[in-house]
């Protein structure tokens, strides 16, 4: 199996009164062809920021991303616009991310149009009833405009305007969280037919370790701009490692009433990423954290193949 996706020594910083806010900061993983990567952390970790700058919705101000090969980062506006054909979007808020008055036709016939990719009127319409279909929703909706339709339906519109162009990587960024709990669960199934279907390979970016764990081959732990565990997903709700991810995983439900799990609780609120100062950005909320912790910056290292941990606890130096 081959990357789809390479990215190396990610950044993004973005200037603010204050000072320089570390969105992005030295940010490197690999997405396999096919395969889902979750990226998971509180909002503010930066995490929204890295799924805009694999688009180049924003540009990164160093690193590289490579798409099937290709080094994205230098290419013009005009080589960049036809790359995203195949490099799709999904938003978190589908009643904000659609035209309010464009009805289901335009909005999914939309993209074809933009690109030249139907000749007649005819094409146009049997590719958005095809697309309709695919995605589970029913023609009668196809003259409805977004305000019509609950949220279930709206994030299905989404996921019908990513696919029309026929993408192989899709960006998705909390496509879930704006929706009732029974209707996640409908849309991830979808996402999951989809991806078997077409060969997708996803980005799948949440703040929900549950969804994460259901959706996700590989899940990247992110915190303050910095990836800080990362590793299969199995490995990963086996062995969480860093102390974050730890923390995350013990706030997860348990179905079952018999089994206790303790829940570690973290101290303070996340850090400013602005101007952030040397040492390991979790330090002030890390119940394990020494005095070299708030000095040096850990890096990530593997653990076991494939298992990769940004915490000095795991270099066996203290
Ligand atoms: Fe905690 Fe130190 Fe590990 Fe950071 S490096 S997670 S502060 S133990």
Redo the contacts with the bound molecule.
């Keep these: 199996m081959s990357a789809i996706l390479e990215v190396k020594d990610l950044k993004k910083y973005f200037k603010v009164p204050s000072g320089l806010l570390h969105a992005v900061d030295d940010v490197s993983f690999s997405i396999e062809r096919g395969h889902t990567l979750g990226v998971v952390g509180e909002s503010g970790c930066g995490k929204s920021t890295l799924g805009r700058l694999l688009l180049r919705l924003i540009e990164p101000d160093a690193g590289q991303i490579r798409f099937d090969g290709q080094e994205i980062t230098a290419l013009d506006d005009k080589a960049m616009h036809a790359l995203r054909q195949k490099m799709q979007m999904i938003f978190q808020d589908p009643f904000s991310s659609l035209d309010p008055r464009m009805s289901v036709r335009d909005t999914i016939a939309e993209p074809l149009k933009i690109y030249g990719l139907a000749k007649s009127k005819e094409e146009i319409e049997k590719r958005v009833e095809a697309m309709m279909d695919t995605v589970g929703l029913s023609k009668r909706f196809i003259n409805s405009y977004p305000h019509e339709m609950d949220g279930g339906r709206r994030q299905r519109i989404g996921i019908a305007r990513a696919l029309i162009l026929d993408p192989s990587f899709i960006v998705c960024d909390e496509p879930v969280s704006a929706l009732d709990v029974s209707i996640q669960a409908q849309i991830l199934n979808l996402m999951q037919d989809l991806k078997r279907e077409k060969g997708l390979t996803y980005l799948f970016i949440t703040h929900d370790m549950s969804v994460v764990k259901h959706i996700s081959d590989t899940i990247c732990v992110m915190y303050l701009g910095k990836i800080v565990e990362t590793s299969s997903t199995r490995a990963l709700f086996r062995d969480p490692t860093?102390?974050?991810t730890q923390a995350l995983l013990s706030a997860i439900p348990i179905p079952d009433i018999h089994v206790k799990r303790e829940r570690i609780l973290l101290r303070g609120e996340l850090s400013s990423p602005i101007d952030p100062q040397p040492g390991?950005r979790?330090?002030p909320r890390?119940n394990?954290?020494?005095e070299r912790?708030s000095r040096e910056d850990?890096l990530l290292r593997e653990i076991e193949p494939g298992h990769y941990v940004a915490?000095?606890?795991c270099d066996g130096v203290q």
Excluded: D, K, R, S
């Design positions: 860093h102390p974050y390991c979790f330090a890390c394990h954290a020494t912790c850990p915490c000095h606890l």
